[in-house]
């Protein structure tokens, strides 16, 4: 049996929290709980008056990988909802030959 997980590129994440949003609709968590969670990382100071952020998904303990969905063949709702396109749904195998082209990428196994 092959171990399914999410990648997911931080490099690209903008923030927009819609993964958080849709797992706590698809699942009836209230809002200080989730799956997923959009950590913001910054701001550090780049320039005189530039500031950079970044965000990073992060997978919780209550992900079940959206076991209802994943068995009709759909992805998890935090990828399907994912309006950046930085994370994938699949088997660890076939996800972690990514990781050499994407090297901000964080992949959770998740049996």
């Given at each position: ?8 590129n931080y490099d690209y994440c903008t923030g927009c929290h ?24 910054g701001p550090w100071q780049i320039g005189e008056d530039k ?42 195998d076939e996800l972690a030959k990514d990781l050499d082209q ?10």
């Amino acid at each position: 049996m092959s171990f399914k997980g999410i990648a997911i590129n931080y490099d690209y994440c903008t923030g927009c929290h819609s993964c958080e949003v849709a797992c706590r609709v698809e699942h009836g968590y209230p809002d200080d709980q989730g799956g997923i969670v959009v950590v913001q990382v910054g701001p550090w100071q780049i320039g005189e008056d530039k500031y950079q952020y970044s965000f990073m998904p992060i997978i919780t303990d209550q992900c079940d990988l959206c076991a209802s969905r994943t068995a009709e063949g759909k992805d998890p709702t935090c990828v399907h909802h994912c309006q950046a396109f930085v994370m994938k749904y699949g088997s660890v195998d076939e996800l972690a030959k990514d990781l050499d082209q994407n090297p901000k990428t964080v992949l959770y196994s998740l049996a």
